[in-house]
């Protein structure tokens, strides 16, 4: 059944279609205002049949995206990566290694929380923005932007559809 979905699965451009894309692009851009740290959205619509067979889960794929947007590549380990896979209905937070012990995998899940309920009333933008506001209040409070900081914007804020 899991391989149907992925199969079948619609276009992520559906429900992110450009203006949404530069909206979340905005809200990511407002909220690393706030802080030292790096948010990465991305959204994949379906994996590949022969990932779904062999067992590839979201997580797995988040790490590889992870990787891949070199979300790790940040001066102080503080990069973010929010992802979506639309075909599992999963939403995955992957954070680098300078949030060990100080964002707690329950504050995390409580984003996706937020996310998910969001999207379950059908409001994917609505949802992804909330979800960077709240990881953006997350960084901050770790990761706060002073007065003299530069904002150097290590990775682009641009959401990625794959």
């Not at 699965?9 to 802080?35: C, D, K, M, N, V």
């Amino acid at each position: 059944m899991r391989v149907l979905k992925h199969l079948f699965a619609p276009s992520a451009r559906r429900l992110f279609p450009e203006a949404r894309l530069q909206r979340i692009t905005a809200a990511i851009a407002a909220g690393e205002l706030r802080h030292r740290g790096e948010i990465c959205f991305a959204v994949e619509a379906a994996l590949p049949a022969s990932a779904v067979l062999a067992g590839r889960q979201a997580r797995d794929r988040a790490g590889e995206i992870f990787s891949q947007l070199r979300v790790w590549d940040t001066e102080a380990n503080n990069g973010v990566l929010l992802y979506l896979l639309l075909a599992d209905h999963r939403i995955e937070i992957i954070a680098d290694r300078g949030f060990r012990d100080r964002v707690s995998a329950e504050q995390w899940r409580g984003v996706c929380k937020l996310i998910e309920e969001r999207l379950r009333s059908g409001e994917p933008e609505a949802a992804v923005v909330g979800g960077i506001e709240a990881m953006s209040a997350l960084v901050a409070e770790h990761f706060p932007r002073g007065t003299d900081d530069v904002d150097d914007n290590e990775l682009p804020n641009a959401p990625h559809v794959f």
